[in-house]
């Protein structure tokens, strides 16, 4: 069977853009491999600037009435000092984007699927457990898949690689996978039953040799981060991992956080190593990649997100206003997101640097930066681009010269 666009991967990224080209009057084959999307410690936290993309692709409204929640404060914990001079500033998080109450929480499983029947209602082909055996790309793109054991193959002038860090649309591309050297473990865990937790307020902070970071999801359920030290691998393993790792987030520095380390785990605990990956030219002929399958951002800034709407939006443009029987010209969506990822790695490395980092040398570090940064907020500036984007701050913020002032000033 022939169609306009054949997107591989029915995640966030494949789903939102198949109900964008569906709504246009695209043909859409979209091919999902999960049954039931489960809780894999994916993003649930879209930022400010990756709202206001949720919003160019007419999607906001259906993730709000999906449960969807505003974050609207956020606070800076450290060692360095008192828990009550950290929550006298509380940073206002509609600053960042027009109309943007603050950024956006939804649980992932459930994002996944609302957008996947979105694409239903739009006109999509949607199918789920369904094994890609195949890809072909260049003058005669088609993909092969098998469904039920049953093999089809289906064509299409174009097919998206949405489908991951894995990416099998990418491999087929034949393009190249670029990444950097992790700098700390990273682990994820969603927590049930946190009561007293202020739900319209996030938090990140360091104390001894851990790092946290608190987005809650409304209600009493939060999602919360760590970061901790590359050669601590086993530190949070075993069956009762999850116990030790809540416990970890009991600081001196944070006191509320016992309303974390008092919960429920909710779902798995998952570490991973933090780094950037990227591919300078995200497309080929007959392809185009989305979302982590064309590289991701450190999970330190949580923007999986709001770059994966970015890209849908920037694509799905492209689509709808190139001719049918017309290759579509990917350049500008090619040269936006590698100075976007180059960006927001620069921003990554900062916040790792200040954050994620434990000894004596690193706690002066932070002590520095905060006292420096209440006088100057420039040197604070890579928050911003996290938060509004990384074209809302000026272009000397992604300079050697400006890392060298906040972190050796």
Known sequence: MAYDVII????????????????????????????????????????????????????????????GHHIKQHITYDESRTPETAESNPLPLEIFAEGVPGPLAIGHPHHCQTLFDEAVRSGADALRGVAVTDVQ??????????????EHTAHAPLIVGAEGRQSMVRKAAGIKLQQNKPHHWFAGLLVDDVEGWEDTRQAIGTEGDFGFLAFPQGGNRVRVYGGYAL???????GEDGARRFLEAFRMRSAPHNEKIANGTPAGPLFSYFNNDSWTETPYTEGAVLIGDAAGWNDPINGLGLSITYRDVRMVSDI?????????????????????????LRFAAVLQATLDMEFDETARARRKRYHERSAADPSLGMHGFAIMGGPDSVPDEIFTEAHMTRVLEG
Not at 231 to 237: L, V
Not at 319 to 343: H, I, Q, S, V, W
Request: glycine share 12%; no cysteine; hydrophobic share 40%.
């Open 231 to 237: 050669d601590e691998k086993g530190r949070f393993a």
């Open 8 to 67: 591989v991967g029915g995640g966030i990224g494949g789903s939102a853009l198949a109900a964008t080209l569906a709504k246009a009057g695209q043909s859409v084959l979209l091919l999902e491999r999960s049954d039931a999307y489960e809780d894999r410690v994916r993003g649930e936290w879209i930022a400010p600037w990756g709202v206001s993309e949720v919003r160019r692709l007419g999607l906001y409204e259906l993730l709000r009435a999906a449960g």
């Open 137 to 150: 790309l260049g003058a005669a793109p088609s993909v092969t898949y098998i469904r039920d054991e049953v």
């Open 319 to 343: 689509l709808k206003n190139t001719t049918k029987g017309e290759t579509p010209d990917f350049r500008p969506y090619a040269e936006e997101r590698a100075e976007r990822m180059r960006r």
